[in-house]
Structures are given as C-alpha cells and as structure tokens.
C-alpha cells in the first residue's frame, strides 16, 4: 500500500483557478469513487473539503470541487483567495478495509 | 457539536510503547453510524492512516503497522485508544483522532487538535 502521489506544490494568484492531482492505482483511486480531500492550515488540523470525489460538505466554499478519471483524482480550487494557502491532501478507500492518504500540495497564493 | 480530544504523554522512549486516549465529547462513541480512527503526521510529512474501531470493538488496522498497533475502545469513558509497541524515532508525529462513517472510508468529518508525540 503506497502513498497516493501529489505534487509538491502548486501556486496560482488571486482570483485565478488551480488544479491538484492525486494519482493512485487501480486498487485504490481507480476502483473506487471514495476519494477525499482536506485542507490543513499551518498548525491545525485537516479540515475535510471534498468527498466521494466530488461532494461538498455543508459550509465549504463552492470554489471548491473534485473529479475523478482514471487512477487520478483532481482538486479544483477557482477563484483563489488568500486564505486559500494552505496543505491539501487526498484520501482513497483501498480495499481490504484500509485507506490511504497523498503526500500533501503546499498551495501558494501569490 | 462534536469534539475530540488526544492525551497521552508527549515524549516516548525507543523501544517503549506509545500510548493516546481519545475523549469523544457532544456525541455518543456507541453511534451505529461511525468508526473511530487513528491517523499521524510526521513534521513536515503527509498524513497516515493508522486504524480504525467501532463501538463493539471491531478494528482496521493499516497493514504496514497492524503488527505494532492495538486500537481499543472505552464506551462508559466515552473513548477509545492507541497503543505503539516498539516505537523508533521513525514514529515521532502529531497523532490526530478522527470519526469516519461506517465502511468503506469515505471520509474523515472530525478530527481532534492533535497532539505532538516525540520518540527519543
């Protein structure tokens, strides 16, 4: 069971749309649409974004949405504000009663 | 509202086991809905997901620890902990407690503060 991969970082200014992917294999991401997403600011802990791929829990930002194709889930983000900048990872369902978690994106708002 | 909240001490010896309870606060640990999990953080690394138990006692353990970890609950405390055995430098991480709705994961909608464990 690896990590999911993600990239290291990513920037984008204010206003603009970026995009993070999550790239698993078809034991994890690519057999199931159970990916989650979770934003943790420096110091606190994860906050949950987006799940099942792409539903929106009551109170997150609609600037926010997630989609699946193939073995490799993407974040969303439009609109970028400062309090945007921030860790995202994903999460998968990986069969056998585990799940898995991405490296992490540092995001920059320029 | 829901809260949860690590405690345990912050400074492990190697070799020695890690130990962390988790209170649940605002909510019932008995709800039929929800497991309760584990996960860690290294400083400056990702996010790991430990294990996961149900009220009854029912556990998940993530394989590449699963010879290392007991997860146990407490229903009359309200709690359920985590025991390391034979914990490295390598286990040194902020240890968070989170709640997750009945399988398959599919997310993790509380979590606690988190609480910085340090082996040395």
């Known amino acids: 069971q690896s990590a999911l991969t993600q990239p290291a970082s990513v920037s984008g200014s204010p206003g603009q749309s970026i995009t993070i992917s999550c790239t698993g294999t078809?034991?994890?991401?690519?057999?199931?649409?159970?990916v989650s997403w979770y934003q943790q600011h420096p110091g606190k802990a994860p906050k949950l974004m987006i799940y099942?791929?792409?539903k929106r829990p009551s109170g997150v930002s609609n600037r926010f949405s997630g989609s699946k194709s193939g073995n490799t889930a993407s974040l969303t983000i439009s609109g970028l504000q400062a309090e945007d900048e921030a860790d995202y990872y994903c999460?998968?369902?990986?069969?056998?009663?585990?799940?898995?978690f991405g490296g992490g994106t540092q995001l920059t708002v320029l | 509202q829901l809260q949860l909240q690590e405690s345990g001490p912050g400074l492990v010896k190697p070799s020695q086991t890690l130990s962390l309870t988790c209170t649940v606060s605002g909510g019932s640990i008995s709800s039929s809905t929800y497991y309760w999990g584990w996960i860690r953080q290294p400083p400056g690394k990702g996010l790991e997901w430990i294990g996961s138990?149900?009220?009854?006692?029912?556990?998940y353990y993530n394989p590449s620890l699963k010879s290392r970890v007991t997860i146990s609950v407490d229903t009359s405390k309200n709690q359920f902990s985590l025991k390391l055995r034979s914990v490295t430098a390598a286990d040194t991480a902020v240890y968070y407690c989170?709640?997750?709705?009945?399988?398959?994961?599919?997310?993790?909608?509380?979590w606690g503060q988190g609480t910085l464990v340090t082996v040395s």
């Open positions: 999460c998968s369902y990986a069969g056998s009663s585990t799940a898995v």
């Open positions: 078809s034991s994890d991401v690519g057999n199931y649409n159970l």
């Open positions: 989170a709640r997750h709705p009945s399988w398959p994961i599919r997310l993790f909608d509380y």
């Open positions: 138990i149900y009220y009854s006692g029912s556990t």
């Open positions: 099942e791929g792409s």
